[in-house]
């Protein structure tokens, strides 16, 4: 696996605009941009306007992007879809188990000091190094 047209500068402005995103979300909203809380909220309360919103932004934009050829994204055709679809579970499963996801422990909770959210976002980046390694995805 590798990273396809890796530059600083386009990792900064993508991080700038998620950590400005989920900051405006905070100060005009007053919400969490945590994915999957925002995704759990859809079911039955009252204020799932936004929350369709925001998450047909997460699926709208990146074809938007990827259909325009703005941007590309490594092929996937080198995984089977039950593998694929194995993946989303476990990733599933884990948001559950950690009471959240990356994007609101590691970048809202980390951004508020969330002791919680720190101890989550350690645990996520430690799982996914011991995945890599004993998976031997990180050797091209």
Known sequence: MTIVN???WTALLGGVLIGGAALLLLIVGGRIAGIS???AGIGGLPDKGWRLAFVAGLVLVPFVL??????????????SWPRLLLAGLLVGIGTRLGNGCTSGHGICGMGRLSLRSMVATLVFIAAGIATVGLLGMGVS
Do not use: Q, W
């Open 6 to 8: 890796f530059t600083p």
């Open 37 to 39: 809380g925002i995704v």
């Open 66 to 79: 990827f259909g325009s050829g703005l941007a590309e994204a490594p092929s996937l055709d080198a995984f």
